[in-house]
Nanobody
Framework: VQLVESGGGLVQVGGSLRLSCEAS????????IGWFRQAPGKDRRPVAC????????DYRDFLERRFTISSDNAKNVVYLQINDAEPDDTAVYFC?????????????YGQGTRVTVQV
């Protein structure tokens, strides 16, 4: 299994950014992809999750107000749209895969993509 994130970079406060997570190597299509982030000096925290089996999503910490997780199943890519960026969104963003599809236990992580929100 391989997960490759892309789309990180510098964004102004109030701006938008879309992160991508390309997944490959799964034997079945009912896995779940979660997005996590790790701010400087802090622990990694979950952001959102997408269940490929039924298209349902979960969000943490009320981030659904500004974040949207979505998927292009034909391309095996899961996106994380960040809108109205805030300085606290500065972090390395990782995607992770739960082969069981439940958004509970993640066995695989990507290398991460860095997002910096500039004031």
């Amino acid at each position: 299994v391989q997960l490759v994130e892309s789309g990180g970079g510098l964004v102004q406060v109030g701006g938008s950014l879309r992160l991508s997570c390309e997944a490959s190597g799964f034997a079945y299509d009912d896995y779940a992809i979660g997005w996590f982030r790790q701010a400087p000096g802090k622990d990694r925290r979950p952001v959102a999750c997408y269940r490929r089996r039924d298209g349902t999503t979960d969000y943490r910490d009320f981030l659904e107000r500004r974040f949207t997780i979505s998927s292009d199943n034909a391309k095996n890519v899961v996106y994380l749209q960040i809108n109205d960026a805030e300085p606290d969104d500065t972090a390395v963003y990782f995607c992770a895969a739960d082969p069981r599809g439940s958004c509970q236990i993640y066995d695989y992580y990507g290398q991460g993509t860095r997002v910096t929100v500039q004031v």
